[in-house]
Structure formats: structure tokens, C-alpha cells
């Protein structure tokens, strides 16, 4: 079992880090191997459309075209049995370089036939992850959970099952005095990051073990 994680956030060691990181931990105590990579040490770009993964009879047919240093983190994608993705919320969505790498790795598996259809190879299990300000309560009102029900549909109808993982109105910074933002209490931060990081990063780790766990996906 060999499980692949993917940091969508510009920080190695705050939220979103964390949580996949202990994703991956849940997985590993199942004796899964793992692999972390940090979407922003990558040099990549998001989908050219350039139809090279749709050509028929082409050489990159079913696979994106582009050499770059996303292509090798695409490849072990394909060969693992399990994924997950973090991703902070930054202005109403995933980060710039997490949707960049969704284009990447979902397009070329897409077949637009009728109904639409996936050449990726098998079924996997995927975990997607992420960190936000947004108060749980106020989700709805913001339009996030349209997000990740899109996400999970792209990901389910293309490489297998998948399930989210939400942190809530998340901690930005360990001092608040040093940076403008007037918009939070810095003691409600403080507390949520002491005392709720550690319950999320609990179910962060039973998420690896989902991942990791012996049962099979069906189609």
C-alpha cells in the first residue's frame, strides 16, 4: 500500500501541512509507505489545453503532455493506492498552485464520451483536506461546501472514492500583534489552534487509516 500526499499550501508546518502530514502517519500505522510533496517547491504550470491527452491515436493519449516537475509527481499518482490533497481556503477557494495540479491531474483521465468516462488505470482511495477562517456555521453561507462536493464528484467519477476533511476557523499566525488583521480575536485563534488542532489532526489520522485500510473500492 503506498499512499501519496500533496500540500497545497505555500507553508510546510502550519495547518493544512499538518493535517496531511498526520494523514499520512494514520496510513504508515497500517504499514502503508508514503510520500509528502509540497505543491509550491514544484516549477509547473496548470492545463495548457492543448488536447495532447485527447488526440486520438496520440502518443500522450490518456496522460498530460507536459514535462515539467509535476510530470514525476503525476506518474507515482498513478501508481499509488491512495491520495491526499490539502489545501487551504484563500479567497473563496483552493489555492492557485492545488487547482493548478487538479487540472493536471484529473483532465487527461476525463473522456468525453457519453456518459463521461476515466482511463485512469484503477480505482484508489483519496482524502481531501482543507483549512479555512471560515466558521463552521457560516460554510454554507460562504459557497464552500458546493467546492467540495465538486471536488469529491471530479474525484470520485475519475479515480474512486473520496471524502473530506474540513478545519475550521483556523489559527493564521502565531502573533497576531505583528500583522494587521483586526477581522479575528487572537485569543479565540490561539485557543482554537491549542485546543481543536489537536482533534483535527486526530481525524486526520483515522482519514489515513481509512485510506490505507484493506477494503477494496468497486466501481
Same mark, same amino acid.
Given at each position: ?7 497545497? /499550501?505555500? +507553508? ?9 502530514? =498526520?494523514?499520512?502517519?494514520? #496510513? ?23 488536447? #495532447? !491527452?485527447?488526440? +486520438? ?18 506518474? =507515482?499518482? #498513478?501508481? #499509488? ?18 487547482? /493548478? ?51 469529491? &464528484? ?6 474512486? /472514492?473520496?471524502? /473530506? ?5 483556523? !489559527? ?19 485557543? +482554537? ?8 489532526? +486526530? ?6 487509516? &481509512? ?9
Amino acid at each position: 500500500m503506498n499512499v501519496i500526499g500533496i500540500n497545497g /499550501s505555500p +507553508r510546510k508546518q502550519w495547518n493544512t501541512a499538518t493535517l496531511v502530514t =498526520k494523514t499520512l502517519e494514520g #496510513a504508515v500505522s497500517l504499514g502503508a509507505t508514503t510520500e509528502l510533496f509540497h505543491l509550491y517547491d514544484l516549477d509547473f504550470k496548470g492545463c495548457i489545453s492543448c488536447f #495532447a !491527452c485527447k488526440t +486520438r491515436g496520440g502518443k500522450s493519449y490518456g496522460k498530460c503532455v507536459l514535462r515539467d516537475d509535476l510530470a514525476p509527481v503525476l506518474e =507515482k499518482i #498513478a501508481a #499509488a493506492d491512495a491520495l491526499v490533497i490539502g489545501s487551504p481556503i484563500y479567497f473563496g477557494t483552493v489555492t492557485g498552485e492545488t487547482r /493548478s495540479f487538479l487540472e493536471r491531474l484529473l483532465f487527461p483521465y476525463l473522456t468525453y464520451t457519453v456518459p463521461y468516462g476515466t482511463l485512469f488505470p484503477k480505482k484508489i482511495k483519496t482524502g481531501l483536506i482543507y483549512t479555512m477562517n471560515v466558521p463552521e456555521e457560516r460554510n454554507k453561507e460562504f459557497g464552500y461546501e458546493q467546492i467540495f462536493q465538486t471536488n469529491e &464528484r471530479y474525484m470520485q467519477l475519475l479515480l474512486g /472514492s473520496a471524502e /473530506s476533511l474540513c478545519a475550521f476557523d483556523t !489559527c493564521q499566525v502565531d502573533d497576531y500583534s505583528k500583522v494587521v488583521i483586526e477581522s479575528f480575536d487572537p485569543v479565540h485563534k490561539a485557543n +482554537r489552534r491549542k485546543e481543536v488542532l489537536p482533534l483535527e489532526c +486526530r481525524r486526520a489520522f483515522e482519514l489515513g487509516q &481509512r485510506l490505507a485500510g484493506a477494503e477494496t473500492i468497486t466501481a
